[in-house]
């Protein structure tokens, strides 16, 4: 019994199950996670090692190499990019799409805790870190206190620990504020007087503060616990610290130091809006939802400044707002497709039900979907609910097809069952085989781990859920309520008017048209030929930006620049975005290495676009010296790493790091002449000057000490040590050992530093080491072995492709030294292989039509015949994303494979049609009844479709640049092939059947 008459023999148990389903796919939505896009799972390690006091050269030779080795070899790795900062090492290792990443990790980890014994004895033991998209903050709080207290202490001590127990909490990271501690400061005089040394301080302070059990003792009928202690927790105490000297005589702490609280000195600086603040950065983790998490945050500062009024949190920013405000504004767009298919619905059938009953296969697919996406675990995103919208108008499809054939079947019939089951069986086989070549387009995306895959894997099943929804819905409900409510199609309605007219002329244009097939094959040739020369004027990009209001910059300083010269320096990136009209706050981060950042947050209601004030701020600095800027659009989308912005990076490598920097400077000189560039910038900076202390070995060795014990003497004089902590009244406190500041602030007065050996034997460091002066590079970045320089161009937004083409161009006619080649930067190494993925899928997924209509047919004539429909819908694609100005994206290309699976539906109605009426008529009269019988069905799925993403189509809402495209690409690709089914499908239809009967003819013959 097929599904149509099973719904109309039982419709209680149908209206049953369609409140089965609106129970359950209500209570679905309270449960999805919420998000700007998919969670997205990058192939790649990420291997950090701190190496402290160590310049880049150092860094890169002693630790970088080491890991870099040791990771290479394994097995799935891609890609090898290393970068060696002062400090730090950073080694990124890329897999190929589809391993385990898990068992990469595994695998990782062995090879590394092999390796870490040739690592210095300084450098720390590697991290290893999986890359996550979604790596940037999502919530960034500012902190302010009122009176002395210690702000940053506090935050540690209660509210910080009470952020990190939040279960989908990941990281929570603090910057700026300081601390107290309890400073030991040392008299060098006096030091000298009794043959003292920091490090024989430091062992006796070390030693005063403690708490060991030694047992237990009886006492009557109870053990006692003993335990032996010394407490020397206030500064009073610690002045009284016994030091014996080298003469065997013993001293107070406070007669070789001065003991006093104090407050840290800064290592890192936050601001916002120009005034100090503590900035407190908070991650969630991949799987959770940030909406829910930043909503348990809000919660908790509210009840924290309740308890401590003192204490002033304010939110700078919140990435659930653009995730919620993008979500709406879907939304509103979801709505408003519903009401324009309904509104399209009643002004071509003139009832009021008829309406109804289509737009009832709507929400039943849409709550259908819901259910199904739950149960797949996908996050409501903008991909998803784009999907939605998109399906909004192919929903009602299937359901358009069966209620016109009903009542089709109602003007021959008397019977409503009669008219509701024959209507539906008459196209059950066109619209079932019309949603499996929706459905088979998305196939191949199934079959792909990358990141096509990831970001619409999710997009192409949601519709496939739809698409299925909807054609049980049009096979049951359509029917079943067609029936039940027994609405009367109007024939004397405006619409039916106009479209009578309309086919009326259609015909006759169309018997004209079949007989100049020729013509109309070449006209057809020639459109198409235009579209493929407007195509290579079209822009290309991996994803399109999206305006979150949202700019960041990211400053580089020589190595060693002191942080109040970068503080300095930060000034007039905040006097930028104060005098910058659209700027609603802005916030400052000073760190301690070599980098600075600002985030400028701008207003809603701007004359500027982000990407403006981005160019205009480029401009404005372009002349800044001592510092590099990097000036971007910041925010959550894709982790904002990869939308495109107006900047173009050029990337030489080599393995001689002095030829390349020659390279790069000739490279950079051509480039800044390049029309539309504003600057240019270099991660080969100015190099900076760093000193080395060259320890003789056999003189240190003389003076009783070790080199090693030299460095570390060394070490302590410039830095200071940290000797204990001690707690008192419930807080604990550094205790920390350091000469005057400004003792030994040149290089002469450290020479002239004395060390003092284990008898007492004191000696200037000059006497055991020397001073070699070096200049390093700010950073040393490697990629397979080589040394990389990146050039970034930064350009105006009329020229960003212009100029792209034009830098690319430049760059390689340029002659090089030996062994230096430009090599092809990260971003557009991605976008060509992303596009060479969807590439292939479009071409599996045309390939897939072509058998589905092969086998509906039971011939490949007519499938191709259909096929047709593809590259002529193509020119209406092209022509409208030139016309807009819009980019051939990812998200475009996606575009492109959805309509493949759309095209073809309108063909396949209309060659079954043909099919079925050249039994009673002339071939030439079917084609043209045929088309004329399916225009108004045509003309309605068209218009609902293309109606329904019109605000897509605009790019309206939050982040609706991001979908645009693949919008434009439908609505372009409809509008076309729906002329070209109407006026060349006929043509095309005609010349392969007479080409089939004159091979028939010569057969018989």
């Not at 500064?235 to 001293?251: F, N």
Request: net charge negative; with cysteine.
């Amino acid at each position: 019994m097929s599904l149509t008459k099973l719904a109309l023999k039982r419709p209680v148990s149908v209206i049953l199950i369609i409140l089965a389903l609106a129970v359950f796919g209500l209570s679905s939505i309270p449960g999805f996670k919420m998000q700007l896009t998919p969670d997205m799972d990058m192939p790649m390690l990420i291997v950090m090692t701190t190496y402290p006091g160590a310049d880049p050269e150092s860094v890169d030779e002693l630790v970088t190499k080491v890991v870099e080795d040791s990771g290479s070899t394994l097995n799935g790795i891609d890609s090898v990019t290393s970068q060696s900062a002062e400090n730090v090492s950073m080694v990124m290792f890329s897999y190929e799409y589809g391993v385990d990443i898990d068992e990469c990790y595994a695998d990782l980890r062995t090879a590394l805790d092999t390796a870490s014994l040739q690592l210095p004895e300084d450098a720390s033991t590697p991290v290893v870190i999986e890359l996550n998209m979604s790596q940037s903050a999502d919530m960034i709080l500012n902190v302010r206190a009122e009176g002395e207290l210690d702000l940053k202490k506090t935050l540690e001590d209660t509210l910080i620990p009470d952020m990190e127990s939040i279960t989908d909490v990941a990281q929570v990271d603090v910057s700026g504020g300081t601390q107290d501690y309890i400073r030991v400061l040392l008299r060098e005089d006096m030091l000298k007087q009794y043959g003292l040394n920091m490090a024989a301080v430091a062992n006796y302070l070390g030693a005063v503060d403690f708490t060991i059990p030694a047992g237990s003792v009886k006492q009557g009928n109870q053990d006692i616990s003993v335990s032996a202690a010394m407490e020397f927790n206030t500064v009073q105490r610690l002045e009284q610290v016994p030091v014996i000297t080298a003469s065997g005589s013993v001293v107070h702490l406070s007669d070789i130091a001065e003991v006093s609280m104090a407050k840290e000195k800064p290592d890192t600086i936050s601001k916002s809006d120009g005034r100090e603040t503590i900035s407190i950065s908070i991650q969630k983790k991949q799987s959770a939802s940030v909406v829910q998490v930043t909503q348990k945050i809000i919660k908790l500062i509210d009840s924290y400044m309740e308890k401590n009024p003192g204490i002033d949190i304010s939110i700078e920013y919140n990435s659930s707002d653009i995730i919620t405000s993008s979500l709406w504004s879907v939304g509103k767009t979801l709505i408003a497709g519903v009401l324009i298919s309904m509104a399209v619905l009643f002004i071509f059938f003139g009832d009021f039900k008829a309406s109804l009953i289509v737009g009832s296969s709507m929400p039943v697919s849409i709550l259908a979907t819901l259910i199904l996406m739950s149960m797949m675990g996908y996050s409501m995103n903008i991909v998803t609910m784009g999907s939605l919208v998109i399906a909004i108008g192919m929903i009602v499809d299937n359901s358009i097809v069966v209620i016109e054939s009903c009542f089709r079947w109602k003007d021959s019939e008397e019977s409503y069952w009669d008219a509701a089951f024959k209507g539906t069986k008459t196209v059950t086989m066109s619209i079932i085989a019309s949603t499996i070549t929706t459905i088979v387009v998305y196939l191949p995306l199934a079959t792909v781990d990358d990141l096509a895959g990831q970001l619409f894997g999710q997009l192409g099943f949601t519709i496939v859920f739809a698409m299925v929804s909807s054609l049980i819905s049009a096979m049951t409900l359509v029917p079943l309520f067609y029936l039940l409510f027994k609405p009367k199609e109007k024939k004397n309605i405006p619409a039916n008017r106009v479209l009578e007219k309309i086919t009326h002329v259609y015909k006759g244009f169309l018997r004209k048209l079949l007989h100049k097939k020729w013509l109309v094959l070449g006209v057809t040739a020639a459109l198409v030929v235009v579209a493929g020369l407007m195509m290579t004027r079209v822009n290309m990009e991996l994803m399109p930006a999206s305006d979150e209001g949202i700019v960041a910059v990211s400053v580089s300083f020589r190595p060693g620049t002191t942080l109040e010269a970068k503080e300095a320096a930060m000034e007039k990136m905040e006097a930028l975005a104060k005098a910058e009209p659209d700027v609603r706050s802005y916030s400052v981060s000073i760190e301690s290495g070599s980098t600075a950042s600002m985030r400028a947050y701008l207003k809603s209601d701007r004359k500027l676009t982000t990407a403006d004030v981005i160019e205009k701020w480029n401009r404005d600095t372009r002349d800044y010296t001592d510092m590099e800027l990097e000036i971007s659009s910041g925010g959550s989308s894709m982790g904002s790493g990869m939308m495109s912005s107006s900047t173009t990076e050029i990337d030489l490598r080599g393995a001689d790091m002095q030829a390349l920097k020659s390279a790069a400077l000739q490279a950079q000189e051509a480039m800044e002449k390049v029309n539309g560039v504003i600057k240019v910038s270099s991660s080969a900076q100015d190099t900076s000057t760093a000193a080395k202390l060259e320890i003789d070995p056999m003189m240190a060795m003389h003076y009783g000490m070790t080199p090693m014990q030299v460095a570390g003497s060394v070490r302590n004089i410039l830095s200071g040590t940290n000797v204990l902590t001690v707690t008192n009244n419930g807080t604990e406190y550094d205790v920390k050992l350091e000469y005057p500041e400004g003792l030994y602030d040149s290089m002469n007065s450290l020479m002239d530093a004395t060390l003092t050996n284990n008898q007492g034997i004191q000696v200037p460091i000059r006497e055991i080491a020397q001073v070699v002066y070096t200049d390093a590079p700010q950073t040393i970045m490697k990629v397979d072995g080589l040394y990389q320089i990146s050039l970034t161009a930064a350009t105006t937004q009329e020229a960003q492709f212009t100029a792209q083409k034009a830098l690319n161009s430049v760059v390689r006619e340029l002659s090089y030294p030996a062994g230096v080649e430009v090599a092809q930067d990260m971003m557009t190494e991605i976008m060509n292989e992303e596009f060479g993925v969807l590439y292939r899928s479009i071409l599996i997924a045309i390939f897939l039509v072509f058998l589905v209509m092969a086998m509906q047919f039971e011939s490949p004539r007519f499938s191709f015949m259909v096929m047709m429909c593809i590259p002529f819908s193509l020119v209406g694609s092209i022509f409208l994303l030139f016309i807009v100005g819009a980019t051939i994206s990812m998200v475009s290309l996606m575009g492109f494979l959805m309509l493949v699976g759309i095209v073809v539906n309108n063909g396949i109605l209309y060659v079954d049609t043909v099919n079925q009426l050249k039994e009673e008529m002339p071939l030439e009269d079917a084609l043209i009844d045929a088309g004329a019988i399916r225009l108004r069905p045509i003309l309605m799925t068209t218009l609902t479709t293309i109606l329904s993403m019109v605000p897509m189509g605009l790019g309206l809402g939050s982040n609706g640049a991001m979908m645009q495209g693949m919008a434009l690409v439908i609505i372009g690709g409809l509008v076309a092939s729906t002329l070209l089914t109407l006026l060349l499908m006929p043509t095309i239809y005609l010349l392969i059947h007479k080409k089939k009967r004159r091979k028939l003819h010569v057969d018989e013959e």
